[in-house]
């Protein structure tokens, strides 16, 4: 027997009325694209994204070249180069983290990865307001030698910007939602040099199990081959491969089951980050709310590590190129102890509010283990062992096992396929069950039914989480 008297009942009517009322003017007034609409405005956000990533692209170059080159030479004049030598990594970094804090405290936190993923799904789009935010902390974070690349703000900065456009011509959110990907795409597009990696790996990192926002792949793909042509050609930066591995003979069956089991190992050496990143986690967990502190500290971790692994120190995009060109000489131990001390680095810059990206350093770990496989099991080609475990590794940790296979085949300037795919789906068959990410998940999952599972520890991030 119901307790709601007649009166109450009768009261809470005009509410509910009222409320159709607001969602059916509400739905009145979103405007609903033609595809040809949609593909302009694919187009404007992927040229959009282009310029975006030039201008972010100048300021950090110049940012870096100041911090790390001009800097310590008009320092040389006033102290010794032997105690430049030993102390400036160390001090650049820890001041580099005090002006992460400092800009967190004032500008409030920005979004990171799971906080993205999570707004992708619902209400479509990434708060533009977080924007100016996200610039000024990614810059303070990679020039300080943080292990985290621009491809975060990027993501940040033209994903809000495609969203922020869909709400201004008063699109449903699926177009929304469609617009918000463009962003991302032409992101990552400009950043991998591979438009159509870019454009897949930004609509299956919402997923654990594979693309589902299918809609959005030709207008994603669009933008992500603008932005990459407008990148390009406003940098003067060639088209091809980024790195140069050792050319590898005519594949056999025999690589088809290299690649099987540099997957599996590439799964294990995940499984150890994610331990060494909860067990950082937890210890950094009582400054959390200390924003200023613990940015502080962490930068003070960074540069205490690359005084040990030089190696570990920024992001790794370049880094890697040592390693191909120079990792044989450093031997298996060495190679192994780098990919030790750079999980521990991109736990440290992940976990004090850095803002950045971990694809590269994951790629960085996977090419240093995979070049020590190669150097113990010689009968393995180094170029298999490193993309295979760089594959392997960023697959376990972001479920992207398609664009990341296209990725490494692009600026991994070879020809293994095959390889790569095998090593990419049998990482990501071995740790369904892992995820650093909490808010991947599929896109059946309506507004409101979606709960995160509790946990003490944050999901791994382009920062860390949202206080």
């Known amino acids: 027997m119901s307790s709601t008297s007649p009166k109450s009942a009768h009261s809470e009517l005009p509410l509910a009325e009222s409320t159709a009322e607001s969602t059916a003017e509400s739905i009145a007034e979103q405007h609903q694209l033609t595809y040809a609409e949609v593909i302009f405005w694919a187009a404007v956000i992927g040229i959009a994204g282009g310029l975006v990533a030039t201008a972010y692209y100048y300021l950090l170059e110049n940012s870096m070249h100041l911090v790390w080159h001009q800097l310590p030479e008009l320092l040389q004049v006033h102290w010794p180069s032997k105690w430049l030598a030993k102390n400036y990594v160390w001090s650049t970094a820890t001041v580099g983290g005090l002006l992460v804090g400092l800009s967190l ?243 440290c810059t992940l976990h004090s509010g850095f803002r950045g990206g971990f694809i590269f350093p994951l790629f960085y770990i996977g090419a240093a283990v995979g070049l020590a496989i190669s150097l113990g099991f010689p009968q393995i080609h180094p170029t298999i062992a490193m993309v295979c475990l760089m594959a392997a590794v960023n697959v376990a940790i972001t479920k992207t096992p398609i664009s990341t296979t296209v990725i490494l085949s692009v600026i991994a300037d070879t020809s293994m396929v095959p390889v790569i795919v095998i090593a990419s789906f049998t990482s990501f068959l071995l740790t369904t069950q892992v995820s650093l990410i909490t808010t991947q998940r599929s896109r059946k999952v309506t507004a409101g039914e979606y709960q995160p599972k509790p946990s003490t520890q944050p999901a791994i991030s382009f920062g860390v989480n949202q206080a």
């Not at 030709?218 to 591995?245: D, E, Q």
Request: charged letters at 10%; proline letters at 5%; aromatic letters at 10%.
């Open 105 to 347: 405290y004032f500008m409030g936190l920005p979004g990171e990865v799971a906080l993205v993923v999570d707004k992708v799904h619902d209400p479509g789009r990434i708060d533009i307001k977080q924007t100016p935010a996200m610039i000024v902390a990614s810059l303070f974070s990679i020039v300080a030698g943080g292990s985290a690349g621009p491809e975060a703000p990027l993501v940040q900065v033209n994903g809000s910007l495609g969203g922020w456009i869909g709400t201004q011509l008063k699109l449903s959110l699926p177009t929304v939602r469609i617009l918000t990907f463009c962003g991302m795409s032409a992101a990552l597009g400009a950043f991998f040099g591979a438009p159509l990696g870019g454009a897949l790996f930004a609509l299956e990192i919402p997923h654990r199990r594979g693309l589902e926002y299918y809609e959005a792949i030709i207008p994603a793909v669009l933008a992500a081959i603008l932005s990459f042509t407008v990148f390009r050609f406003t940098t003067g930066l060639s088209i091809g491969g980024m790195y140069h591995f050792e050319s590898i003979p005519p594949m056999t069956l025999t690589n088809l089951l290299e690649g099987a089991v540099l997957g599996a190992v590439g799964a294990a050496v995940a499984l150890l980050f994610v331990l060494i990143f909860r067990v950082v986690g937890y210890l950094s967990a009582p400054l959390h709310h200390q924003t200023i502190l613990l940015a502080t500290l962490g930068g003070l971790a960074i540069g205490l590590i690359a005084l040990v692994f030089p190696q570990t120190l920024f992001f790794g995009e370049k880094e890697i190129d040592q390693i191909i060109e120079h990792g044989a000489t450093y031997g298996i131990a060495l190679l192994l102890l780098i990919g030790l001390a750079k999980m521990l680095a991109i736990s």
